[in-house]
């Protein structure tokens, strides 16, 4: 497609829940990259991909976080037993290589855990 | 952790004025960049300003880069009521970019 798509742009779930948040990035993007943002706050790093693999997960903030991209183009983020503390913004951003010179950023998953 | 700190936090001017706001980082970087963010949702990106560079400019938009005080600045000029964002500098660090806290700015009209 022409841009980074997030689905759903917006989710309310219960606590304790099991949530999914999809990214589907720039056609021949290699490079995946998932955010979280809190309210007021910048971006905070979560996942790294390269291709299929998880090249960086020093982000997830614990093991109920996990994100997979089984085909090395759409990824989704998978969030277990949600607590309130999860909701936020959860952004997506894809580049053509991981040389760090910009990124494509979707419009978001606006995640609300009541 | 968050290696980009913006400086002010918020900005109200109005339609006309220039808007500057300031990013200090703690690294060595290899650039450093400028997004934008509308509404809370997705960034933009504006600029990007390599460190053997001390200025660059986009249009409206002129970014300056002291590696020595390792410190950058976005000034947006003759600023327009459309330019109300949030604006967040990013520097690599490894394999991803990490964000600053981000200055709003409110152009009024």
């Known amino acids: 497609g022409a841009g980074v798509s997030q689905t759903p742009s917006n989710k309310v779930t219960e606590k304790g829940k099991y949530v999914e948040l999809r990214c589907d990035p720039i056609?021949?993007?290699?490079?995946l990259y998932w955010y979280r943002q809190s309210l007021g706050q910048g971006p905070e790093f979560l996942i790294y991909f390269q291709g299929t693999g998880a090249a960086d997960d020093s982000g997830l903030p614990n093991d109920r976080f996990f994100a997979v991209r089984p085909e090395g183009s759409v990824s989704t983020l998978k969030i277990q037993r949600t607590e309130r503390g999860d909701s936020a913004v959860y952004l997506c951003a894809s580049s053509f290589t991981a040389d760090n010179y910009g990124y494509t950023f979707g419009s978001g998953t606006r995640l609300t855990v009541v | 952790s968050q290696q980009g700190e913006e400086d002010p936090q918020a900005l109200s001017i109005q339609e006309g004025e220039n808007a500057t706001m300031n990013c200090s980082y703690k690294?060595?970087?290899?650039?450093l960049q400028w997004y934008r963010q509308n509404s809370g949702r997705g960034l933009v990106h504006l600029i990007l300003i390599r460190s053997n560079e001390r200025e660059k400019h986009s249009g409206r938009l002129r970014v300056t880069l002291d590696t020595s005080k390792k410190s950058s600045s976005l000034l947006i000029t003759a600023s327009r009521a459309a330019d109300t964002a949030s604006y967040f500098c990013a520097t690599p660090q490894g394999n991803k970019l990490t964000f600053g806290g981000g200055t709003r700015v409110l152009v009024k009209p």
């Open positions: 690294t060595s970087i290899n650039n």
């Open positions: 056609s021949g993007h290699t490079a």
